[in-house]
């Protein structure tokens, strides 16, 4: 079973700041099959990113996402104050088929 | 712009099954080949329950495998979930949400906007 652990569990920022976000899988996995949600309080989560570095539709170009094999990351250039929330990373595992989360990374304001 | 709205009662007696369905609004359950649910406990991160392929096909989180039946309907448009022998561990919000349908990808590109279901005596 792969495992993602993200990092840091919080991280405080200010506006204009940018943010770093860590998603390490405990074996390699499929680049295409690494994705990064963003969630607000009493919200669904939204894709972010998806493919490890594709832009889903309407994401802002200070969201960009890297990385490959174990580790990856999602930056945010420039931190809005709509940006505030916790993100999560999710992999698709090909066997047995199915999909896990990491933990979470709450970004909060400084 | 398709949206998905998920229903069920709120409270479920345990060890009861708890029902969900996700109705597809705007578009059609053809518009992608699968559809999940994910579930929330509060407070908690996400936790992946299952899949469905439109035509019928599942897939489920090997931890919830024994209780966990998803079906679709293709005429009502909608999907949906059962998970019997329920516990207070199965409070949550459930999302039901939408595959991307890029080739080679995956990730879940529309969700529902929850529904909280509490399982209590």
């Known amino acids: 079973e792969t495992v993602l652990t993200q990092s840091p569990g919080t991280l405080s920022l200010s506006p204009g700041d940018r943010a770093t976000l860590s998603c390490r899988a405990s074996q390699s996995i499929r680049s295409s099959y690494l994705a990064w949600y963003q969630q607000k309080p009493g919200q669904a989560p939204r894709l972010l990113i998806y493919g490890a570095s594709t832009r889903a539709t309407g994401i802002p170009d200070r969201f960009s996402g890297s990385g490959s094999g174990t580790d990856f990351t999602l930056t945010i250039s420039k931190l809005e104050p709509e940006d505030f929330a916790v993100y999560y990373c999710q992999q698709y595992v090909i066997s047995p088929p199915g999909y896990t989360f990491g933990q979470g990374s709450k970004l909060e304001i400084k | 712009q398709m949206q998905l709205q998920e229903s069920g009662p709120g409270l479920v007696k345990p060890p009861g099954t708890l029902s969900l369905t996700c109705a597809v609004s705007?578009?059609?359950?053809?518009?992608?080949?699968?559809w999940s649910w994910v579930r929330q406990p509060p407070g908690k991160g996400l936790e992946w329950i299952g899949e469905i392929h439109h035509g019928g096909n599942t897939n489920s989180n090997p931890s919830l495998k024994s209780r966990v039946t998803i079906s679709v309907d293709m005429p009502k448009n909608q999907f949906s979930l059962a998970l019997s022998s329920v516990t207070a561990a199965d409070t949550a919000v459930y999302y039901c949400a939408r595959h991307l349908v890029t080739p080679g990808t995956r990730g879940f590109d529309l969700w529902g906007q929850g529904a909280m279901v509490t399982v209590s005596a």
């Open positions: 705007d578009g059609s359950i053809t518009d992608s080949n699968w």
